[in-house]
């Protein structure tokens, strides 16, 4: 198995990236006894010690990246990393949070990422305190979990159509405070808005998305509030609210979009998704070694 971990690990495969016409390049790296891959958009104009931001797609997603994404880091010199999640007993690659079928899965997730952070930033000399999670569906789970059991592993969470399973509601409670933002459609029928007690779809109990949002909130201990409206890219009769909790000791924000009729995406067609998170993020940005 060594031998053949080895052998791997200078193997690269090239993706193109229809949208911008830029390659993805897809990496391997021993962890473990296994072969774990990860995809990366890297600037042409990225500078050393560049932020990063790592997605992680949703449950069995074809999707492993975004284009728009791509086309913000291209803008704001940051890389993005798509790491692939590993399979479960039904053969749905994803991230370890609690789904019945993830059962059989012997994978931290946290150590996982630790050790991925390791590899990217130090293969592509890229910054190790500026680097961020974004996630969507089941990606977005891993941003909760992360939070509540590894907060200082990232900067900054951003989820979409993410959820907090009641099992690591209950039994973690937030030991630092954390900057975090969820978007969120609330006619999302995977990730119900309102929560899911009795477990009616399927992927284990969750918490509605409010009471998720400001327990993060609570955490940070935010003291203020501020809710705006406007309307939907697409459609005028549409709305999105942002609510904005502040004003904490740490200066960490927790934001929620919650997109009115949204069902379960990216939410591209609703807001800015890919550009939304990015501002997030970079309200967080720590100096770089080099301006120090």
Request: aromatic fraction near 12%; hydrophobic fraction near 35%.
């Amino acid at each position: 198995m060594k031998k053949l971990i080895i052998s791997l690990l200078g193997a690269i495969s090239f993706l193109t990236c229809n949208a911008d016409k830029k390659e993805i390049v897809k990496y391997e790296f021993a962890y473990g006894d296994t072969i774990r891959t990860y995809s990366m958009y890297l600037p042409d104009t990225l500078r050393q010690n560049a932020p990063l931001v790592i997605y992680t797609h949703g449950y069995g997603s074809k999707t492993r990246w975004r284009t728009g994404l791509n086309a913000t880091a291209e803008r704001e010199g940051f890389a993005v990393c798509y790491p692939d999640g590993a399979p479960d007993s039904r053969g749905k690659d994803g991230w370890k949070v609690g789904y019945p079928p993830q059962d059989s899965m012997n994978i931290d997730e946290a150590d996982f990422f630790a050790k991925l952070k390791e590899e990217v930033c130090s293969r592509f000399n890229l910054s190790r305190e500026n680097s961020f999670m974004a996630g969507m569906s089941n990606g977005g789970d891993l941003c909760y979990q992360l939070a509540f059991t590894a907060p200082g592993l990232f900067r900054a969470y951003a989820s979409v159509a993410g959820l907090l399973f009641e099992c690591t509601y209950l039994n973690n409670p937030l030991p630092q405070a954390v900057p975090f933002m969820e978007i969120h459609g609330d006619a999302d029928k995977t990730s119900m808005w309102e929560g899911d007690h009795d477990n009616t779809g399927g992927w284990g109990s969750y918490i509605p998305v409010p009471l998720a949002v400001s327990t993060m909130a609570t955490a940070n201990r935010c003291c203020s509030m501020r809710t705006e409206t406007f309307p939907t890219l697409n459609d005028p009769t549409r709305t999105v609210t942002r609510t904005t909790y502040y004003d904490s000791p740490s200066g960490f924000d927790v934001e929620v979009y919650r997109i009115e009729g949204g069902a379960h995406s990216w939410h591209v067609k609703d807001i800015d998704t890919h550009n939304v998170v990015w501002r997030f993020f970079s309200k967080y940005l720590l100096p770089s070694k080099e301006d120090r």
